[in-house]
């Protein structure tokens, strides 16, 4: 007589395999792309309001991935961005497969193991909202589960969490206080974070001609949502954005 909850078992140990599996590289990913463009599933913000409040997870991102993008991220905080984990997994399910970033104001491991389970290839972590000691224990954790970090930092006195050696050193061109955008920020931080990072700039990116700076002062990553999400169709967008490059 056939055992069903022997099968069940070997099932869910399959299941568990695969939280712990490696994820696609978002290190790796933005090594290797001439552009270099983590392209944003960014359906709201607490400063604009919504941006696509029609945008689907299962449309827009895999049409980033056939555009070009190098990786995605995908807001999942629900409250102020409109996001949900469920939105990696639409993503996944229909059929991106290139790195995907869980993009939410993380505090607690119990955040790392849903992006984990929801397919996630690499958590952000804000130093703005972290202690040093919590960040290191944050990032550990989260290298259990296979996942890489960007390690997001805004102002100089941030600076010295790039002494955690994440797999990613982000600069953040947006003040999460005040929201205001000045990618400068970004050029006044590029020769304080270690030769070695790979560096990302985030937010307020709109021109080609700003990522060409920007990958001459040693960025390698540009996040880039609200450029994209505004249009009517953020794939051709992206596509056209590429092609100025």
């Not at 792309?33 to 607490?46: D, H, L, N, Q, V």
């Not at 999942?76 to 970033?101: C, K, M, W, Y």
Request: glycine content about 6%.
């Amino acid at each position: 007589m056939k055992d069903i909850l022997l099968d069940i078992i070997q099932y869910k140990r399959k299941e568990i395999e695969r939280l712990y599996a490696p994820k696609p590289s978002l290190r790796e990913a933005l090594l290797n792309s001439p552009t270099g463009i983590i392209a944003e599933f960014k359906r709201r913000s607490p400063s604009k309001g919504w941006i696509k409040e029609d945008g689907r997870a299962d449309v827009i991102p895999l049409s980033y991935q056939r555009n070009g993008a190098a990786a995605i991220s995908i807001l999942t905080d629900e409250h102020f961005f409109g996001g949900s984990d469920d939105f990696i997994r639409q993503a996944r399910q229909s059929g991106v497969s290139i790195p995907v970033l869980y993009k939410n104001f993380v505090t607690d491991e119990a955040q790392l193991f849903a992006a984990a389970l929801c397919g996630a290839s690499a958590v952000l972590l804000i130093a703005a909202c972290l202690t040093k000691a919590e960040c290191k224990r944050l990032m550990d954790k989260a290298h259990e589960l296979g996942l890489e970090v960007l390690l997001e930092m805004h102002s100089e006195q941030e600076l010295e969490y790039a002494d955690l050696e994440p797999d990613l050193c982000g600069i953040n061109n947006r003040n999460l206080g005040s929201f205001v955008t000045d990618v400068e920020n970004s050029f006044r931080f590029a020769d304080r974070l270690p030769v070695e990072a790979v560096k990302v700039s985030e937010s307020g990116i709109s021109d080609p001609s700003t990522v060409k700076a920007l990958r001459q002062a040693g960025f390698r990553g540009f996040l880039m949502g609200e450029h994209f999400m505004a249009s009517a169709d953020p794939g051709t967008t992206l596509r056209d954005f590429i092609s100025a490059l």
